[in-house]
């Protein structure tokens, strides 16, 4: 939509100028240059799946956390807005944020490290009550089997 309506007001403006607007009658996009979008698509999905896989399979909780919270963030968000919405959205976001990021890199780097020692002291305290709860039921498993001969 973006190209036609595009082409479109450019014509149109040619024709203001009384200037010829372009002939688009011989356009064609060749084989070539289809199958290398078509492989530089193909590329970047795998790269997106393997990133997948490794953010679920890892053990990096915080990696893992921010990944989810950012994909329900995403949808939340979504869930307000239709998609051109997003789009918009995301293109300012893409132009506002690595210039923040470039002046306050060090600020944010300290947050980012001062969020990951939290966030792995919270998974560690929590894997350690998780832990204890199961080796006490595994003991009074044991006990009961013990009970019973």
Do not use: H
Not at 73 to 79: F, I, K, N, P, T
Not at 90 to 115: L, N
Request: proline letters at 2%; glycine letters at 2%.
């Amino acid at each position: 939509m973006v190209i036609i309506a595009s082409i479109f007001v450019y014509s149109n403006v040619l024709l203001l100028l009384g200037k010829q607007p372009p002939d688009l009658s011989r356009l064609e996009i060749t084989e070539q240059s289809a199958l290398e979008f078509a492989y530089a698509c193909r590329a970047k999905m795998e790269e997106a799946v393997r990133w997948l896989l490794r953010v679920s399979t890892e053990r990096d909780w915080f990696a893992f956390t921010t990944t989810v919270a950012g994909l329900w963030l995403l949808a939340y968000v979504a869930s307000f807005s239709d998609l051109l919405t997003l789009l918009y959205l995301g293109i300012v976001m893409g132009m506002t944020v690595p210039v923040v990021y470039i002046k306050y890199e060090d600020k944010i780097k300290r947050c980012v490290e001062w969020v990951k020692v939290k966030s792995r002291k919270m998974s560690d305290m929590v894997n350690e009550r998780i832990i204890k709860k199961v080796k006490k039921k595994i003991n009074n498993v044991k006990e009961k089997e013990k009970k019973e001969e």
